[in-house]
């Protein structure tokens, strides 16, 4: 709306606001800015009275519209906002306003900015430009008062499960309705047309326990009005942090939809004993000059240069300000939003190097205070270098600061499939020799062993282990960044026959799910997914992301494998210990017949499991190996072929491992 517009028809809203203009509040730096300690910023709602309060310390007026529709036409109200405390504005209205979209314009330095949400809105319309006034106990689908989070013990028996909503259900032979939705992931009977179980009977079979969702907050580049258009993206530009992403829903306009759809998608996951982790976006914003936060408090959220210029660590345009109180207030606010109204059960850091430790332990601290089962975890690095001096960084090397989250250790990923951005490089599972340490490393989730010798291992970004416990490591191999398993292992094997890449396959899924820590699983894994060799597919088409769900069944043999490796660390705590003590105390590394082999046994009734004893080995040589067993009766439960809890037959004194293979044994004498 143009200023002269309203000059017309509001004379005297704008001679106060001119008025206003000039008490503008002129700051010697961020940290002097005003903290607002309560906990009512956003809309607070009810039918007889709706308060609107944002924090725009540096505003010189600020002007709040309400309007019928999410997109076009004029506001059908626009009221000046009351300066309060602490740098706040307040508007209230005695009368129920629900279903109306609203936005505010502040006045920075004489100018007025762009019309923008505020950072807590909870709802939106169509491309999330216009928030929406809902009544969030209206929201709740059916039987959502009792809604109850899995049981879950301790961190380390989380499997976790990578998973972006449109890739699950968009290809045409997934049997899924509601294709590219929340709600694709509540239906059940579904199947391809070979008769495999998909979408989320298919996750419930597996066995993994906690679906980790690509970002699913409201973000910016996709066009929800169009939907036809197919447009896909990871989600990695956030727009309105406390929404759910409205391409996701069956109605992107109405604010209260998206909401209820998310909301059964958690519930239905909670019935069929999953639980949910939300990926999260709170280093940096997907536009920087004309973000929501940039037009109501310019530069605030954001750290700058010594030139002034905006710095990207995130290699996205900009990073936030986790250490200046306000943002920090947010990140906290949010995720406890998200952890009590969608009943969200953990949350996993993009780029949480970017965020500062203090922070991240205050996330910490209040999350866990709701409930101390929510497990949080992050990426421990930058994509760049940051004004945040290292120290305070909550890098993966300073983990142990940073008590109860976890950090993604690339030192067993790039051990086990070759360094992550040299495409032809192969690891341990692909042949590469040399690697032994760093898969023991892996083993032991990052964490001191009195095996080790940590000189001669290569870690990435530390000077030795830098885990605190088994439940600070993230251990994988693939996720959605860069290329799939199968994919890395065809472009840097690409002389290996694809029986023998198979083979690495199952290998690199073994040394993951029998290594100790928290465990983590690219979805499709199982079933070999693959994109075509496509690395960085974060906006290409379904044809590339889709999950196909032919491929369970002409690789279903990997498909059990998976499964039955699942079943095995499920049913056997050994390989989930939690402390750093035990590990050390109760796996011990075992000589080898030849190099290219790792192998270990897990001795004593470990953290309480059934077998008193427990044999792992993996072979990464082409050709047999055979080695002497430790004395006594051992079961064989995994091999190349089969993994499970069921008995493979018994092992004589001397072990023959087959090539590019692991194997699992255990004795109770």
């Known amino acids: 709306m143009k200023i002269s517009y309203l000059t017309m028809l509001f004379p005297a809203l704008m001679a106060a606001a001119c008025q206003q203009s000039s008490d503008e509040t002129q700051y010697a730096s961020y940290s002097d800015y005003p903290v607002y300690e309560g906990a009512d910023l956003g809309l607070t709602y009810s039918p007889e009275q709706s308060t609107f309060r944002i924090w725009a310390p540096t505003a010189g007026a600020v002007r709040l519209y309400l309007y019928d529709a999410p997109l076009g036409g004029q506001p059908a109200r626009t009221v000046g906002m009351d300066k309060a405390e602490s740098g706040t504005w307040t508007a209230s209205f005695k009368e129920d306003i629900k279903g109306l979209y609203y936005t505010f314009q502040v006045q920075y330095e004489g100018e007025w900015l762009e019309e923008a949400p505020d950072p807590y809105s909870k709802a939106v319309g169509t491309n999330g430009l216009r928030a929406q006034v809902v009544n969030l106990a209206d929201t709740g689908p059916e039987g959502w008062e009792n809604d109850r989070r899995p049981p879950l013990a301790s961190p380390t028996d989380i499997i976790l499960y990578e998973l972006h909503i449109r890739d699950l259900s968009v290809s045409p032979n997934s049997g899924i309705t509601h294709k590219g939705k929340f709600l694709g992931l509540t239906e059940t009977g579904t199947k391809s047309p070979e008769g495999e179980a998909t979408g989320l009977d298919h996750i419930r079979d597996l066995g993994v326990t906690h679906i980790h969702l690509l970002p699913s907050f409201d973000f910016l580049s996709v066009d929800e009005a169009r939907p036809e258009d197919n ?7 956030p727009q309105n942090y406390n929404v759910p992403e409205g391409s996701y829903s069956t109605n992107p306009a109405d604010g209260a939809v998206r909401i209820r759809e998310f909301k059964q998608m958690v519930k239905t996951l909670h019935d069929n004993g999953l639980r949910v982790v939300m990926d999260v976006v709170y280093n940096h914003t997907g536009a920087t000059e004309k973000s929501l936060f940039n037009q109501l408090v310019p530069g605030y959220y954001y750290r700058q240069n010594a030139d002034g210029s905006f710095s990207n660590a995130s290699a996205c345009g900009n990073e936030t300000a986790s250490e200046r109180a306000m943002a920090r207030k947010f990140i906290i606010e949010s995720v406890k939003y998200w952890a009590t109204e969608y009943h969200i059960d953990g949350f996993r850091f993009d780029l949480m190097g970017i965020h500062d430790i203090e922070t991240m332990n205050q996330v910490r601290a209040a999350l866990h205070e709701i409930d101390p089962t929510i497990f949080i975890y992050g990426e421990g690095w930058t994509a760049g270098d940051s004004p945040l001096p290292v120290e305070q960084r909550a890098l993966k090397r300073h983990i142990s600061q940073v008590k109860g989250v976890a950090a993604f250790s690339d030192d067993i990923r790039d051990a086990i499939k070759g360094h992550v951005f040299t495409h032809d490089d192969p690891g341990f599972a692909s042949g590469k020799p040399g690697q032994e340490g760093r898969i023991k490393f892996g083993v032991v989730a990052a964490t001191r062993h009195p095996q080790l010798n940590y000189d001669s291992i290569q870690i990435y970004d530390a000077d030795g282990p830098w885990s605190g416990a088994p439940s600070q490591t993230i251990t994988y191999v693939s996720c959605h960044d860069n290329h799939t398993l199968w994919d890395r292992l065809t472009l840097s094997r690409p002389d290996a026959p694809e029986a023998d890449r198979i083979r690495m396959h199952k290998l690199a899924g073994a040394i993951v ?34 999950l196909d769900w032919a491929r369970k069944a002409q690789y279903k043999e990997v498909y059990e494998y998976y499964k039955g490796l699942i079943a095995l660390r499920k049913a056997h705590p050994a390989f989930r210990m939690p402390t750093t003590d035990m590990l050390a105390q109760h796996l011990q590394f075992l000589e080898t017949p030849a190099p290219n082999m790792v192998a270990y046994t897990i001795s004593g009734n470990a953290n309480g499991d059934s077998w008193k004893d427990i044999l792992v080995v993996f072979n990464a040589n082409k050709d047999y190996q055979s080695m002497p067993l430790p004395e006594g009766s051992w079961t064989i439960v995994a091999d190349g072929n089969k993994a499970g ?3 493979l037959g018994k092992a004589g004194r001397s072990l023959t491992v087959p090539g590019i293979s692991a194997m699992v044994l255990f004795k109770n004498q």
Request: hydrophobic fraction near 30%; charge should be negative.
């Open 231 to 237: 447009k896909f993206n990871w989600g990695y530009d």
């Open 513 to 546: 799910l029998t290594s100790q820590g928290v465990s983590f699983l690219h979805a499709g894994v199982e079933m070999m997914r693959t994109k075509n060799g496509v690395e960085n597919s974060f906006e290409s088409p379904d044809s590339i992301n889709q």
């Open 645 to 647: 809890t069921e008995s």
